[in-house]
């Protein structure tokens, strides 16, 4: 049985070893260059008055096409295994009734399902971890600097999470098992392919916007409003300024902020302009001469009137924890859904 299901599984086996062969040549060639050219720059940054924020968002640009190609590759790759292995490894076998020849080989069903998923199983979560983890070593040196950038994908946000660590392994024995189940449901091949890339996209949806957020209660932080966190100032007629504020966390760019507000002295939300003299004092516009100095006038009496940034987020230190919780719930599924299959091939199929 296991010589067999091999026999069925190798060619596209063999073509997934070859993707992945190539892409784990290719980022082995360029990763050590790409991680001297970080560390040159940062080496060369640190002493400088003004940091690294200009280093940082100069190399995540001209690394950034290559940086979210193979970002793609991993987040895609757990759907492709749900649609070519998982969909159509039993209605396959249903739709040309082979599956029958082999139960009167005295092999139980049981044990035909069991080899089926093993080995496919197996081979699936192989190749989204080899994936996932040549990817997340190649891409460390543009993770540390894509956070600071403005917009930014920090570690712990929704597009980075899935691709890098250990959760596309969940994700490809999730999608795989969903494949076979609904396979069982329909019997049909491609209504299956459609059902499971529906049903695997909306759950990796929903996973970063309902559940990822309240696996830990997030952080929060309430700080002074300053040149260095601030996104955008203006100055209106009327005797206001309309600030935007960066959504980072303080000293922790791969940080995940879910929220991210200016609050007046009373601690509510302010969704309107802020109301202070622009015709004389601190938040006068700033003459052409001296621009920052006025910003940062401006910016002293706002914090002096008691404004300040509320922030939520996930800190950056919880990486590992929140990818070993959210794998475990994705292995917990897919053996669920391989219940549901044994279930079903004992109990629903003729």
Excluded at 10 to 18: I, S, W
Excluded at 60 to 68: E, S, T, V
Excluded at 264 to 279: E, K, L, M, Q, Y
Excluded at 299 to 328: D, M
Aim: include cysteine; proline fraction near 6%; charged fraction near 10%.
């Amino acid at each position: 049985m296991i010589w067999l299901t091999w026999r069925q599984l190798r060619a596209a086996v063999a073509m997934m070893a070859a993707t992945l062969a190539a892409l784990v040549a290719l980022l082995a060639l360029t990763g050590q260059g790409l991680a001297d050219d970080f560390s040159t720059g940062v080496a060369g940054c640190v002493t400088q008055s003004d940091g690294c924020a200009n280093f940082f968002q100069d190399f995540f640009h001209d690394n950034q096409a290559p940086f979210l190609a193979v970002t793609a590759v991993v987040l895609v790759l757990p759907a492709l295994i749900g649609l070519f292995w998982g969909a159509p490894l039993i209605t396959r076998e249903l739709e040309a009734g082979t599956h029958r020849l082999v139960w009167n080989q005295s092999v139980t069903r049981t044990r035909w399902l069991a080899v089926k998923l093993g080995l496919t199983g197996l081979a699936a979560m192989t190749a989204a971890g080899l994936g996932s983890l040549a990817v997340t070593w190649w891409s460390g040196p543009i993770d540390k600097a894509s956070g600071g950038n403005t917009p930014g994908f920090p570690r712990m946000g929704p597009l980075l999470f899935g691709a890098r660590g250990i959760t596309p392994i969940g994700y490809a024995a999730f999608a795989l098992a969903l494949g076979v189940a609904l396979g069982m449901l329909v019997h049909r091949t491609l209504p299956a392919m459609t059902i499971t890339l529906v049903v695997f996209v909306a759950v990796q949806i929903a996973m970063p916007l309902l559940v990822r957020p309240h696996l830990l209660p997030p952080a929060r932080s309430v700080i002074e409003i300053t040149t260095s966190n601030i996104d955008d100032i203006n100055w209106l007629r009327g005797g206001s300024i309309r600030l935007s504020v960066k959504a980072q966390a303080p000293d922790d760019t791969g940080a995940w902020v879910l929220s991210s507000h200016i609050v007046d002295a009373s601690g509510h939300t302010v969704t309107r302009n802020i109301p202070v003299s622009t015709s004389t004092g601190p938040c006068a516009p700033p003459t052409e001469q001296k621009p920052e100095a006025g910003v940062q006038a401006c910016l002293t009496e706002v914090n002096r009137l008691g404004y300040r940034q509320r922030l939520a987020y996930q800190p950056s230190t919880r990486f590992w924890t929140f990818q070993s919780i959210e794998t475990g719930i994705y292995i917990a599924f897919a053996l669920g859904l391989a219940g549901f299959g044994f279930w079903s091939i004992r109990r629903r199929l003729p």
